[in-house]
């Protein structure tokens, strides 16, 4: 028997390494001794061995990553192994391994032409990460056991790579454009902002006129609940509450000079005005080879409130290489006397920025639309294509193009045609003369064009007829002959 002190509590075990197992005795049998003392034993044949790797902190895509993995042990070193963990976890796939063994490394990513680097035994550098590259890393080391010199201890360490990537791509567009202009009744207007290729996802804002847009955010209602245009987005909140209210018709009367007659804005004789130290608009050589060429705009009678409610909602639409799409919609009632010549602008935050990313649009009405007519000297026969080339200012959002005929139908029979371009087929003598009305419009104006066709007489088709003309007289003169000829055999026979 060997006698030992079982410890006080808070006390540590003799230095030998041997505790009581005994609870109720203070002593042990020799037997439990040597079970003791060949644990100890077979500890120190193993070894220890602890695994631990530095965590690391967002990179950008393009920046080259060190991963470390630190390891204690007083044992042989056999192998350390880096795996990157997908699925979940379910899938380890070796990205690099270093032989201690043979003092030799590999990589198992030769598909990827070798991006890893070796710094030293237990550190690997990943240049130019991708998005890819985002996820969770091990690192496994081995050592020999010292007990049979052939079995290995493993232990590992894991770390999260979290890469991010600023959005490549932002814009501006309007939703449901081309829309046509309303000169009776207020409707919504929405900007769409779309920001591509950011992980994690960016924040977006707006911007009118260079200063921040106060909002009241709402969730952007499910495809089936939007139905079309603005109805969707009205039943989602009151949007156009405040258009019902009566001081609407008494602004619109304020409007009206003593008399009755509605006076009239600057809006409706655009050419004329003009900023100070600007000139004002001068039609150039292009628009002059446009016959027959009127411009008009019309503004609607009703006034809007001059601080209008901003309805503000975003969506994330997550892509398949980890990135996140958002588009960020704004959308109020849409005034067009204060609403024409603003500048709205999408800005985009994203912690991969040292500032933000922004793009802007100006909303703006069209004006005087320049027709290009070819041919332009237009004959019977002719196919005539009359083409919008452009605009007097910078239009958004997109206009809407119809095209009629003044005092009757187009050629083809119907009332008007939509587009940019329009075609009239073997133009015949009669559409000498006629007048064609473009209008242009989008939410905040519209604008008539007026041109004129002029058609020529063609000397090729007049040289068929005449031929066809003479031909028939020939006919009838050899007709005649003939006749004249049996008549005469006949009275000679009698």
């Known amino acids: 028997m060997v006698g030992i002190t079982q410890p006080k509590p808070g006390e540590h075990v003799n230095a030998d390494g041997v505790w009581d197992l005994l ?40 920046e080259t990553v060190t991963l470390k993995c630190n390891f204690k042990t007083d044992g ?23 032989d201690a063994m043979f003092n030799t490394n590999y990589s198992h990513m030769e598909d990827y032409r070798r991006r890893e680097d070796l710094v030293y035994q237990s550190t690997v550098r990943l240049p130019e990460v991708r998005i890819s590259d985002n996820g969770p890393y091990e690192c496994h080391v081995g050592i020999y056991d010292r007990a049979t010199r052939e079995k290995v201890v493993l232990a590992s360490g894991n770390v999260f790579l ?17 829309a046509p202009f309303s000169r009776y009744q207020a409707q919504n207007f929405t900007l769409v902002c779309t920001a591509k290729g950011g992980k994690p996802a960016p924040s977006v ?4 006129d260079g200063e921040l847009i106060e909002v009241i955010s709402y969730t952007q209602p499910s495809a089936g609940e939007q139905g079309g245009g603005s109805a969707g987005v009205r039943g989602a909140r009151p949007l156009i509450s405040r258009d019902l209210d009566d001081t609407k018709l008494q602004r619109s009367l304020s409007l009206l000079d003593p008399e009755g007659r509605s006076a009239r804005l600057y809006t409706e004789s655009p050419q004329r005005v003009h900023t ?11 628009t002059e080879v446009i016959p027959e060429t009127v411009v008009s705009r019309e503004f609607p009678r009703w006034v809007h409130s001059t601080d209008p409610l901003y309805y503000f909602s975003h969506t994330h639409l997550p892509q398949s290489d980890g990135s996140v799409v958002v588009q960020a919609r704004l959308t109020w009632t849409l005034n067009p006397q204060l609403d024409n010549d603003a500048l709205f602008s999408c800005e985009v935050k994203h912690p991969a920025l040292s500032m933000p990313m922004q793009t802007e649009v100006t909303l703006a009405a069209p004006k005087g639309p320049k027709l290009l007519m070819s041919p332009s000297r237009a004959k019977v026969g002719d196919t005539v294509r009359i083409t919008v080339q452009g605009f007097q200012n910078e239009v958004f959002p997109e206009p809407l193009f119809t095209w009629t005929r003044v005092g009757g139908r187009l050629l083809d029979g119907s009332t008007e045609r939509e587009g940019k371009e329009l075609i009239l087929e ?9 007048m064609y009305r473009c209008t242009a419009q989008n939410p905040l104006g519209s604008t008539d064009t007026h041109t004129r066709l002029i058609v020529f007489e063609n000397p090729s088709m007049m040289k068929n007829t005449q031929n066809q003309n003479n031909g028939a007289s020939r006919t009838d003169v050899l007709g005649l002959t003939w006749m004249a000829f049996v008549l005469t055999v006949t009275v000679e026979l009698t």
């Open 23 to 62: 609870q109720n005795k203070g002593k042990m049998t020799v037997f439990s001794l040597c079970l003791l003392l060949c644990a100890d034993l077979l500890d120190l044949a193993v070894g220890y061995l602890t695994v631990t790797i530095e965590p690391l902190p967002p990179v950008v895509v393009g």
């Open 276 to 286: 100070q130290g600007q000139q004002a608009y001068e039609p150039s050589p292009a």
């Open 162 to 178: 979290t890469v991010m990537s600023p959005p490549n791509n932002i814009s501006v567009v309007a939703e449901n454009t081309p």
């Open 205 to 208: 804002y707006f911007k009118r």
């Open 426 to 434: 073997r133009v015949p003598a009669e559409l000498n003369g006629s």
């Open 76 to 98: 042989r070193l056999r192998e350390i192994v880096w795996y990157r963990v997908t699925d979940g976890g379910t899938i380890k796939q070796k990205i690099f391994t270093y």
